[in-house]
């Protein structure tokens, strides 16, 4: 059965430092992850997936993830982080297309101006 | 495009009452479903549906029931309300690899 991982309830970081969002998964065929963000009474939002291809994937808002297959690791990073990205952040992974996403329980990061 | 809509917003019941929650698209995408969100336990599948009339168990279906008559709709049922249902129900449908998703019900059982 396919499963992520998420190392971290709470990550906190200074606003301009860069910032890493942990994430890895297990599945039994080739993986397809996602990252989505939840901000405050709100819904879901997508910021990227990798299918395959470039191992470095860019997303919305200026984040990007590097898909790792040795270490079975997608982690989630931003350059410098900006006090609006605090919210919590989701890793999914699916085996097939169209099959639910299966979520990690998500990471609450912090940026502290 | 209105994308994935559910209503209610926010509800509240007492034990042992019923409810459905309705959740509608309009990309017509074939694929949707129904998760719920608990603190510290991510997003768990309910149920999900592959198409118009079919729908299947995900990885906690206890207490609920759902029925996918018309394409766009998705209703998920509470059919005797308990305390341990509380939680924010989420759906969403699906095209290819994306997953969109409702803006949620918040739903109190007292």
């Known amino acids: 059965a396919q499963s992520v991982a998420q190392p971290e309830d709470q990550v906190n970081v200074a606003e301009g430092n860069p910032l890493t969002v942990k994430c890895t998964y297990s599945v039994s065929g080739n993986p397809y992850l996602f990252w989505y963000v939840q901000y405050p009474n709100r819904g879901l939002q997508f910021l990227l997936k990798y299918i395959t291809g470039d191992n470095l994937v860019k997303g919305s808002y200026g984040f990007e993830a590097e898909f790792n297959k040795s270490q079975t690791s997608f982690h989630l990073k931003k350059p410098s982080a900006l006090v609006s990205d605090s919210a919590l952040y989701f890793c999914?992974?699916?085996?097939?297309?169209?099959?639910?996403?299966?979520f990690g329980k998500g990471t609450r990061l912090s940026v502290i101006a | 495009n209105a994308g994935v809509t559910q209503t209610p917003k926010f509800r509240v019941l007492k034990t042992g009452q019923s409810m459905t929650l309705l959740c509608a698209q309009d990309m017509n995408h074939e694929y949707m479903y129904w998760y719920r969100q608990d603190p510290g336990m991510g997003l768990r599948l309910i149920h999900y549906s592959v198409g118009e009339g079919t729908t299947a168990k995900g990885e906690v279906p206890d207490g609920y029931n759902v029925s996918r008559l018309k394409k766009q709709n998705f209703l998920l049922g509470l059919e005797s309300a308990a305390p341990s249902q509380t939680s924010v129900y989420f759906c969403?449908?699906?095209?290819?690899?994306?997953?969109?998703f409702g803006p949620g019900t918040r739903l109190t059982v007292l």
């Open positions: 969403a449908s699906s095209y290819r690899w994306e997953q969109f």
């Open positions: 999914a992974v699916r085996e097939e297309r169209n099959t639910p996403l299966v």
